[in-house]
């Protein structure tokens, strides 16, 4: 519904609310303009390269994303999902001509091969 840029930064602010010890500072990788709820950020360029919190997180996100797509393999099979994790190779590109999209599709990414 939404592109990822600004899901990235929802997704951001929403984690913040929900945290019951707030932080002094937020550094994030490359990101301008987010809502912190007023607490104050630190964008850095290449962050993950920089910080470790930040290239902790950004594993953590990798492997989480990766155990949602593993779920969405059962869903939906036909896609191969387990293997590619969404991301554009042959293959998926492939699965998506054959069988259509998925509710999981983002139509952004699909646009320049529909």
């Not at 945290?19 to 987010?34: E, H, M, R, S």
């Not at 990766?66 to 969405?72: A, F, K, T, V």
């Not at 554009?88 to 699965?95: D, K, L, V, Y």
């Amino acid at each position: 519904e939404i592109n990822i840029l600004q899901a990235t930064k929802l997704g951001l602010t929403i984690s913040l609310k929900e945290l019951n010890i707030k932080p002094d500072v937020i550094l994030v990788d490359a990101l301008q303009g987010i809502d912190t709820l007023g607490i104050p950020y630190k964008s850095i360029i290449k962050g993950d390269a920089a910080s470790y919190s930040i290239a902790a997180a950004s594993i953590i996100a990798k492997v989480t994303r990766d155990r949602i797509m593993l779920g969405y393999d059962k869903l939906y099979p036909e896609y191969g999902f387990a293997k590619h994790k969404g991301y554009g190779t042959a293959e998926h590109i492939a699965a998506i001509k054959k069988y259509g999209l998925c509710p999981i599709h983002r139509l952004s990414f699909t646009k320049n091969f529909r």
